[in-house]
């Protein structure tokens, strides 16, 4: 008995364009969950990064950090000194919105270094940034800890006069770049971060090309 020709057999070019649009459909499906969950990419706007990131690098963000800690229904907690993206609050009319409904408005992200965490004590004074806590009641300065040269870290000197305790839920951050106004942080307008806008820790930097490195 003669074997019917296949869908395949009988339809080559159907068969092909099918073919096409399920290995795009599964690229395009398989790029959003990358996206979402796993890891994003973002441009360096501007220099309050300085000198650790300049204007126009590009940089990946570890998203799966923040999907692991709330699929295990727990708030993200980033580590002292590690620089993330966040989403800015400061929007006319993106602070009444959810958190989420925040990460998902296009071009309104920020790089910056966390430095302290809730009911921690942080004082700008002299040019200097200081963190108390339980741990430390005299004070520290964190960025002993992240600044690895002059030429890669937080500059020596931060301008400005704080004495502020942390909210509850929230992160106090700051540019690496902190004399005078070239870092809008939580030193100044921009405020302390809740942990809900957190999008990720930066983890590599891609571009330029001569500049790769993690974090």
Known sequence: MEKKPSFAQKYPALNDILSFLLFVGAVALGTFVLNSFVFQSYNV??????????????VIVNRFAVTKAHFNEQEYIPERGQVIVFANGGTEGIGTMSCEAQKNIADQYIIKRVIAFPGERVMVEDGVLTVFNDEHPEGFHPDDETRKSDNDGPKAFTSGKVNIIVPAGELFVSGDNREGSNSLDSRSGLGTIPFCRVVGPVTLRIFPFNTVRKF
Do not use: A, I
């Open 45 to 58: 706007v501007g220099g309050s990064m300085e000198n650790t990131f300049q204007n126009g690098d590009r």
